[in-house]
């Protein structure tokens, strides 16, 4: 669950339907920061998973820096790169389709997403 208008400490009950019968609420939790998941949890972050080829512009939030490669529907290596910890933007070509982002941290932290742009 993610939204940019929550920050730390907020807390946050989610509704959710039930074969369209009513509403289950969760249970309240509190938000963490990204930060403290990555120490228990390291993931890499990848964001907007679609949008417009021509702006294919993607922010990578990782704990750690890598290297990444854009693979698309036919198997073929068609960008690499890489990215910094933290926050860090990378440019896939302006070609629309679907690809597969593999992102390896130098530290071994390995996450693969699909990107989609339109």
């Known amino acids: 669950f993610y939204s940019p208008d ?32 990555y120490h228990e949890h390291p993931i890499i ?17 990782s704990p750690e820096n890598g290297t990444w490669t854009a693979v698309n529907a036919a198997g073929i290596r068609c960008a690499t790169g890489t990215f910094k910890a933290d926050n860090d933007k990378i440019e896939l070509p302006p070609v629309s389709g679907c690809y597969m982002l593999i992102l390896r941290g130098n530290n071994g932290l390995t996450e693969t997403k699909k990107i989609i742009l339109y």
Not at 19 to 26: A, P, R, V
Not at 45 to 61: F, K
């Open 45 to 61: 972050l990848v964001s907007p998973t679609s949008a417009p080829a021509r702006r294919a512009t993607l922010t990578i939030e």
């Open 6 to 37: 929550l920050v730390a400490g907020d807390t946050v009950i989610v509704s959710l339907t039930q074969d369209g019968t009513g509403y289950i609420e969760s249970c309240p939790f509190v938000v963490e920061s990204m930060k403290n998941i």
